[in-house]
């Protein structure tokens, strides 16, 4: 489970724009593609350097930059230096902690998104900040590993010289891009829908210590997601309704598309959310219950109890007075009068139902 916030004690005092990396610093070294392209040409390629890109700045085709790993400052000052970034763009790229959001620099658009996806078959949400820069003709997006992503789809549509992102700006490109992990949510709720249906079973089964556990961490996942997923309704809103002439109208209507998709996700993530909440209080109440089971079964004994040990204590005292011990009937009297306290009080305990 990655943690909630990231350490940004190292820019403790710096001055605003500074260019400091926070967050897991990734190995291996940044890896650089670029997809140009218009109806009727198509160009992809990987490059070793960053100048390479800048080429691409003043054709009229689309151009989509996808950088890798973004631990490495230099690629990103070369970027900002070419295609006119402000500085305190490039520091909120650098922190992999932003909170999604859309800013309009008028020349630009800077868009944060969160990605989401699970590793293998093991538990857990693994999260990756997006962050997108629009341009009149071009869509610069930063990642923060080079493990892979969710854009597969985009690149395979941006193919095919068939297909309508073909026809399309940039402003399509990028909502392509959104569109893409906005759908991965869904892909995440159906996952954690089926943990969320497995610890229910496993919980009316049994409550146990490791069913507590598996709660919280469930819990947590879910927290996590809130924080990925709450803000993204508000950013493609602000998008849609942008009065930037970046977004054509044409595309706002797809916008509005992804806002309803990002509504869906909000409403299953709270309702997955309750569930979650909802069985760690059925957990509670189950351990109070049993908790309170073994009490009564224990109260019950003690109240049975009580008067046959009256009854010992008052014989074992041993006063030579006493007339019921020269009885030669008055041990197993005393036993059967034990025994008929017992089964009385057992019989009442029976009709009033508290056993």
Wanted: aromatic share 10%; proline share 3%; glycine share 6%.
């Amino acid at each position: 489970m990655p943690r909630l916030l990231k350490n940004r004690s190292k820019k403790s005092g710096l001055p605003p724009g500074s260019l400091i990396h926070i967050g897991e610093k990734k190995a291996g070294k940044a890896k650089i593609t670029i997809l140009d392209y218009d109806e009727s040409n198509f160009l992809e390629k990987t490059v070793e350097s960053i100048d390479e890109c800048f080429t691409f700045k003043d054709k009229p085709t689309i151009t989509w930059i996808n950088v890798d790993s973004i631990h490495q400052i230099e690629i990103l000052e070369k970027l900002g230096e070419c295609f006119g970034l402000h500085p305190l763009v490039l520091e909120d790229i650098l922190n992999t902690d932003q909170r999604p959001k859309m800013e309009n620099y008028t020349d630009y658009l800077y868009i944060v998104l969160k990605m989401l996806y699970c590793k293998g078959n093991r538990r857990g949400i693994t999260s990756e900040q997006i962050s997108l820069i629009v341009g009149q003709n071009f869509v610069i997006s930063f990642q923060e590993g080079i493990e892979g992503d969710v854009f597969s789809q985009v690149r395979e549509r941006i193919k095919d010289n068939k297909s309508r992102i073909r026809k399309m700006g940039a402003d399509y490109l990028a909502y392509s891009l959104i569109d893409a992990i906005v759908d991965n949510y869904f892909v995440i709720l159906e996952r954690l829908g089926d943990d969320i249906e497995l610890l229910e079973e496993k919980l009316v089964a049994s409550q146990t210590a490791q069913t507590l556990q598996e709660i919280h961490l469930l819990k947590r996942e879910m927290i996590f997601l809130r924080r990925a997923i709450w803000p993204l309704r508000e950013v493609i809103s602000n998008i849609e309704r942008s009065e930037s002439p970046l977004i054509k109208d044409s595309t706002r209507i797809y916008l509005r598309d992804v806002y309803d998709h990002t509504v869906q996700v909000i409403e299953a993530a709270e309702t997955f959310r309750e569930m979650v909440s909802g069985m760690l209080d059925i957990y509670l109440t189950s351990m109070s219950n049993r908790m309170n089971a073994v009490m009564k079964v224990l109260t019950i004994i003690a109240t049975i109890f009580m008067p046959l040990t009256f009854i010992a204590g008052i014989y074992g005292m041993n006063f030579k007075y006493m007339p019921e011990l020269e009885w030669r009937l008055g041990y197993p009297a005393v036993w059967l009068i034990m025994l008929g306290i017992g089964i009385s009080m057992l019989i009442y305990f029976k009709r009033k139902k508290w056993m």
